[in-house]
């Protein structure tokens, strides 16, 4: 019996020793706010990946009776998801209305998956309440506090996802002018310990890697520009101003118009080029072999090789 005493009190002795040969220590208490962000963001992901551009100019009523809240701790929910597709509609140029009556067609959509999961790894050895616990058995052995987490390195993976569809149909005929299919997108965030320092954090929800909460340079994760240029129209995740995208359109328009103008003008101006080129010797020949009405030119005969015997 003592000796076993006299082992657990070594034991005790020499867990803060290991401890102290660690480099830095470091643990993230709260995961509320990357929870939420990682519902948001695959939120935000699943919407930016829709194209409500086949309704533009259209009037048009979002049917919300399959996207109604669920109870839950995490606010990210139907009426986030709602805002989300009526700014998408919008920024496509679909004519949202208040009421069914007054729309041509209806969208309705409905939430197939949103929520987190995860996983923990650690490379040492995991924290463990065994000693304690056998500890507390015997009657005159002395209280074994726990034992820490002893590792080398240790990575938390966590993941958000979100499945949205919608399609729509003609308010008075009831029929189907527009599906966008199943959509599933996914966030993630990444964190690591590497003897005790960290954490360092990285994923789709962090603008680059950061250590400890502060902003380093990205050498494991980099944004994917296509994520954030999803939509053909407007980039949900951009900026806009619609009357300037306005303002710009008309100038475009204008100068578009212009031009029409001086290319209608170019016969008249040039006859003599116009003839020029009609002629048939100086019409430009298309290489491509195999088109139609269009001859070969002449190949010229090679003077004979015959061998002489």
């Known amino acids: 019996m003592d000796g076993i005493v006299k082992a657990n009190r070594s034991l005790v002795y020499l867990l803060p020793a290991l401890l102290a040969a660690l480099v830095g220590c470091g643990q ?11 519902m948001s963001d695959a939120v935000d992901r ?5 194209d409500f551009s ?5 009037t048009v009523y979002l049917d919300e009776k399959y996207l109604q809240p669920v109870k839950a701790l995490l606010f990210v929910n139907a009426g986030y998801i709602v805002s989300s597709l009526r700014q998408q509609m919008m920024a496509a140029g679909c004519l949202l209305q208040e009421k069914a009556a007054d729309a041509e067609f209806i969208v309705e ?28 058995l015997l009657a ?6 726990m034992i820490p987490e ?19 149909y003609h308010r008075e005929t009831k029929r ?18 590497v003897f005790g320092a960290g954490p360092i954090q990285y994923g789709t929800i962090f603008d680059g890697t950061r250590f400890a909460g502060d902003q380093v340079r990205d050498l494991l994760y980099k944004r994917e520009e296509n994520d954030r240029r999803a939509n053909r129209v407007v980039s949900y995740y951009d900026q806009v101003d619609f009357e300037e995208l306005k303002k710009r359109k008309k100038v475009r328009e204008v100068m578009e118009e212009e031009l029409e103008e001086q290319i209608a003008d170019l016969p008249e101006l040039l006859p003599f080029s116009q003839e020029v080129l ?26 004979s090789t015959e061998v002489q015997r």
């Open 176 to 193: 189907p002018v527009w599906q966008s299919g199943v959509t599933v997108s996914a966030s993630d965030a990444k964190e690591a310990w």
């Open 109 to 136: 959509g409905r939430v197939g998956a949103i929520g987190t999961d995860g996983h923990e790894v650690t490379y040492g050895i995991p924290a463990s309440t065994g000693l304690s616990n056998a500890a507390s």
């Open 28 to 38: 993230t208490r709260v995961r509320t706010a990357t929870d939420q962000l990682l």
């Open 46 to 50: 699943t919407v930016a990946r829709i």
């Open 278 to 303: 009609a002629t048939p010797a100086l019409t430009p020949v298309r290489h491509r072999i195999g088109d139609p009405g269009i001859p070969l030119p002449p190949v010229a005969e090679l003077p």
């Open 150 to 168: 002893i590792s080398v390195a240790r990575k938390n993976d966590y993941r958000g996802a979100a499945k949205i569809a919608l399609f729509a």
């Open 54 to 58: 086949p309704l533009s100019g259209k």
């Open 140 to 145: 005159n052995a002395p209280p074994i506090p």
